[in-house]
């Protein structure tokens, strides 16, 4: 499918000395398929925030520093 798209000229001139006039349509298609698959991916982390219930509060209380100063003594290998 043909796209009429409108660049800045100076980003097409550093694109043909990248890849060459011949082989623009090719490099941009491939720019923004990547684009849309990293688009994708961020669609999925962000649809995955918070979706899993890490216990939170029921792990370490109200005090999350002082439960993490309690599991480091705990800690029989940990030195000092």
């Given amino acids: 499918m ?12 550093t694109l ?4 060459g ?8 298609a ?3 398929g990547t684009a849309l698959e990293h688009e994708s991916r961020w669609d999925l ?3 995955a925030i918070a979706s ?3 216990g939170g ?10 439960w993490v100063r309690a ?3 705990g800690d029989g290998r940990r030195l000092g």
């Fill in 52 to 54: 899993i219930d890490d």
């Fill in 16 to 19: 043909d000395e990248r890849v």
């Fill in 21 to 28: 006039a011949g082989r623009r349509s090719a490099f941009i």
């Fill in 71 to 73: 599991e480091r003594r």
């Fill in 30 to 32: 491939a720019a923004v």
């Fill in 45 to 47: 982390i962000e649809g």
């Fill in 2 to 13: 043909r796209l009429h798209i409108t660049l800045d000229e100076q980003l097409v001139k």
């Fill in 57 to 66: 509060d029921r792990v370490w209380g109200e005090d999350a520093g002082g």
